[in-house]
């Protein structure tokens, strides 16, 4: 008879479902929102429960014993205890949290998002904390201002990026207690292509120079200027006219007047699959930028350029990262 092991992890992931479609219910994740009561969660944090198990201990002793002075300080501290919720709450409650952005990136570079949180409140808001899984970003609102976190997220992928679901808390004043708020911006954030590292020279008519064909081209057909004679040189080279005039050696040098445009095309870019020729022509984009040249890039039946400014430049990346 066989025997059907349970697996943890779908369990896991039926239990996180669950609490996922429930908070979807309950209320709304997407921005802009002001947090409310339906928004705010509240817990102890670990050190908020050690001290409940304390004050109980302390409430158990003091009515068996008798004791007063046992029983004034629980009930002081837990006084205070109820105090600290209801700060942690307030310090919540109202809070706005207006947009979210972030410029793009390349994949593989961490990718800044900024969160801008507003509140309209005579006081001050400290100890908040915007979370992202272990990333986390810390600020402190002053009165009746404007405030933005900032969260290093982690980038994989070229492409839109949902940022995912983020968490809002503070344990302000004490640390006794937790109160939380989630948050799921649907705005998606922009991942362009990693560039490749090696890379083919530029394609200075749409096909990459390789090889001797390249040097060759490089020499050109066009005359630009005499030189002294190197050993090597062919003999058609030598200019003997010139050569008889100035008592030396010289041969003519030819070059090719390079064009500034150049012309991509991913359909003919080298490269094992779809997305190493679309890292190549990445790097080529970014190079020919540098370079201050202007370029035109093909996708499919769609040309765009020539250009070299930098709205070219963030429209080309943006195409090749939907691409």
């Known amino acids: 008879m066989a025997h059907v092991k349970a697996d943890p992890g779908r369990g896991r992931g039926a239990l996180v479902a669950l609490l996922d479609r429930w908070l979807k219910r309950r209320t709304r994740l997407d921005l802009p929102i002001t947090l409310g009561y339906r928004q705010i969660f509240i817990l102890p944090t670990r050190f908020g429960w050690m001290l409940g198990l304390l004050m109980g201990a302390m409430l158990v002793g003091s009515l068996n014993f008798n004791n007063n002075l046992g029983l004034l300080t629980t009930f002081i501290v837990a006084a205070v205890a109820v105090n600290s919720m209801l ?51 810390r600020l402190d609102l002053p009165a009746a201002s404007a405030g933005e976190a900032r ?65 060759q081209r490089d020499e050109g057909e066009e005359f630009h200027s005499l030189r002294q004679w190197r050993e090597g040189d062919p003999l058609h080279r030598i200019a003997w006219k010139a050569t ?34 679309i890292r190549i022509v990445t790097a080529w984009i970014l190079r020919a930028h540098a370079e201050g040249r202007s370029w035109s890039l093909k996708l499919g039946t769609k040309t765009l350029g020539p250009a070299g400014d930098p709205p070219h430049l963030r429209e080309c990346l943006r195409a090749l990262a939907e691409w």
């Open 244 to 277: 008889q005039r100035h008592q030396t050696l010289l041969s003519r040098e030819f070059r090719e007047e390079r064009s500034r445009e150049i012309f991509l095309d991913l359909q003919r870019t080298p490269g094992r699959d779809l997305e190493e020729r």
């Open 151 to 215: 969260l290093n997220l982690p980038t994989h992928h070229r492409g839109w990026q949902a940022v995912g679901r983020l968490r809002v808390e503070t344990t302000h004043p004490l640390g006794l207690f937790r109160a939380w708020s989630w948050i799921e911006p649907s705005a998606p954030c922009l991942v362009w292509p990693q560039p490749a590292e090696q890379v083919p020279p530029l394609p200075e008519h749409g096909t990459p120079r390789q090889g001797s064909q390249a040097r």
């Open 87 to 137: 700060l942690a709450y307030r310090n919540l409650h109202g809070l706005s949290i207006r947009r979210g952005n972030a410029a793009p990136v390349h994949a593989g570079r961490p990718l800044c998002y900024r969160l801008s949180l507003t509140q309209k409140d005579n006081r001050p808001r400290p100890d908040l904390v915007v979370r992202a899984g272990p990333r986390l970003a």
